[in-house]
Every structure is written in C-alpha cells, then in structure tokens.
C-alpha cells in the first residue's frame, strides 16, 4: 500500500442488514414480529461482523425466526436445536450463536437438550418464546400451560403442573437466567445486549402473545392499567420495589418473600430486599413468586422481569479445546485411522 492509498472505510451496520429479503409471515398480532424487529436493532451494536452471526432453531412458530434474520442459519430439528448448536459452537468458538426456541420445542420433545446445553455452559444466547401453548400445531396446551386451560387436546381442562422455566434453568446450572416480554421493546433491547455480552450459555424467557390460541395471557404485565401492579423489574443493586404509585416492595423475613406497603407500618426502602444477580439462592426465590399460594386477601405476588442470575464460570469449548491443545501438547496428533480403529484390529480371511 503506497502513502496516497487509503483503507476503504466500513459503513457501519444498520437494522436493515438483518432484515429479510422475503415477506415475513406470522399471524398478524403475533409477539413474534416485535422480538424480530428488538434482535434486528441491537444486532449493529454488538460490535460483530454480520457474516459471524448464526441462527439456530428448532420447530415451531418461532423457529421461522432463522429465516428472517439475514444472517447465517439452520432450521433444525424439533427440540435439538440446542445440539445443533453446540456442535456448531465447539468447532467454531468464534461465532455469535443464537438459538430460537419455544416453550413446546424446547421444554417437551427437547427438555433433556434444554438442560444439558445450560449445564454444559457453551458460550451461546438461548431464546425460548414462551406463549405458553402450541402455535404451529393449533393451540394444544404446552409444557408452560396454566393447569386447568381449556385446549384442544384438553377439552375438560389441563391436569398438567406447568414447568416454570426460570426455575428449570436456575436448577440446570444456567450461567444467566433473564425474562422479558414482546410488549416491552426497550426493555428486550437491554437484557438481550446482556445476554451477549455474558460469556457463557445466557437463557432468556419471553413472554410472546400467540393471539390466536392464546391470546393476551400475559397482557397484564404490558398494559398501562395493570403494568405497574403486576410486573416487578430488577434490577442489580435497586431495591425490589414496584406499584401505581411504587408504593410497593418485597421484604425478606428469613427467606420468606413478604409484600410491604412503603406507606405504612413505618415501611422504607431500607427494609426492602435489594437484587443481587449473583446470589442464586435469592433469584430461586424470585422465580418462585409466580407459584406462591396466595390467601384470600392477601396481594398476589409481582411476576419479575430482568436479569434474574449470572456467573462467571469457563465454557465448555473453551474447557474442550484447552484439553485438546494440552493432549496434544503430551502425545503429539494422532492418525485418524489409528483413532477410528482403536487398540485392536482383526483380520478377516
């Protein structure tokens, strides 16, 4: 390169780099487009080269989602998109890998994938939409169905204990655990940025309206006239606080969630439980307010949203291609053929 040569400057990425160069097509009023559209805006600032990008997914209505972000992907199998990612993880660490499932594909026919990807703490970003019903299959109830609904395949009303999936993956040794919603765009923006920017397999929940089979389930933790009395945002070192008029927090007496009233009793923001994202024992807690047995009177728990826990802890391909450079380091590489035909080998006249 002589002096008067210059390097050609990159433009700088926008959300429509990530857009597809086909129609999108779910139902109209699906919580779908806005998780699209919340991954699209971040995607430029993250700092990534757009051909490092991969989608995985399962199947699902929200495993189309692989065909809407311009990016490389694959639409997989039912619930082994997470296997098919930490493949893909091991032999290229140096890939952005997201994977997209829902609350059927991921924690039915693929809940054994579910949990080992968490435990295994490959460096991957798992979305699991949540509505809390099959879609793609014409509203049977789900693994996350509120016992008692009435589906197609439960016509006399569900039986079934859903799963809570925070718990799920808090118990699966998850790394970060998070939960947003389709109806809060800013606040999806933030928690997938952290779920990037963590090092490690980062699981975040959202709560997605399937209008169709399922719909408005979780409208009251959106809606302006509800919002404020039953969605709880947390946030790392904020006291747990929340009401119309925030009036409201959660005390721990013990390690008993208890709700106070700031006006009353001589209540204060100083008696209020403060989120810690590393302490796992609190987030435990936290997930299970959506499952407390509540008297009659008593206020019903907030549901949280945010980041629930995150640690610190080595990866899995990291561990694996450490062991890789250290056995090699000892032994030298070995002949594939030696490995493939093992330690004994028969001739057959």
Known sequence: MTETETLPVKEKLTYKDFAPKQDVKWCPGCGD???????Q??????????????????????????????????HSIHGRATAVASGLKASRPELSVWIVTGDGDALSIGG???????????DVNLLMFNNQIYGLTKGQYSPTSETGIVTKSTPFGSIDHPFNPIELALGAKSTFTARTLDRDPKHMQVILKE???????????????????????????????????SALFVEHGKPLIYGMNEEKGIKLDGYKPVIVNLNENGNSLNDLWIHDVNDKMKANILASFQDI????GEDQFPRPFGVFYKE????????????????????????LNKILSGGKTWEIL
Not at 112 to 122: A, E, G, Y
Not at 201 to 222: G, H, L, M, R
């Open 33 to 39: 487009y806005s998780i699209l559209k919340q991954t």
């Open 293 to 296: 047995d509540i008297k009659e």
């Open 41 to 74: 805006a971040i995607f430029p600032d993250l700092g990534i080269e757009k051909q490092d990008f991969v989608f995985i997914s399962g199947i699902g209505c929200s495993s189309r989602f692989t065909y809407y972000m311009d990016t490389y992907g694959m």
């Open 112 to 122: 054994n994938h579910f949990i080992h990807i968490l435990r295994r703490n490959f």
């Open 312 to 335: 610190d802890k080595s990866t899995y391909e990291d561990d694996l291609n450490s062991q890789i450079e250290s056995v090699i380091q000892k032994k030298g590489k070995s002949d």
């Open 195 to 229: 779920a990037h920017y963590h090092k490690g397999t980062s699981f975040v929940e959202i709560y997605q309206n399937c209008p169709v089979f399922n719909d408005a389930i979780f409208f009251k933790f959106s809606d302006k006239e509800t919002k404020k009395e």
